[in-house]
């Protein structure tokens, strides 16, 4: 049983890794745009029409 919790433990340590991780990218993805004067809804709302377009 204390191997199966350590395991366990192991994994969740891992997971959690990994979002901090995939946060951390998306506070600097959030950067870049922001100082690139990057307007993502203006961009979302290009595609999305095209993409409507094409159908």
């Given at each position: ?18 979002v901090k ?5 998306i506070d ?28």
């Amino acid at each position: 049983m204390v191997k199966e919790q350590t395991q366990s433990e192991s994994e969740w340590n891992e997971a959690s890794s990994k979002v901090k991780s995939i946060f951390s990218l998306i506070d600097l993805l959030d950067v870049i745009i922001k100082a690139e004067n990057f307007d993502f809804v203006a961009e979302l709302e290009k595609l999305t029409a095209e993409h409507i377009e094409v159908e």
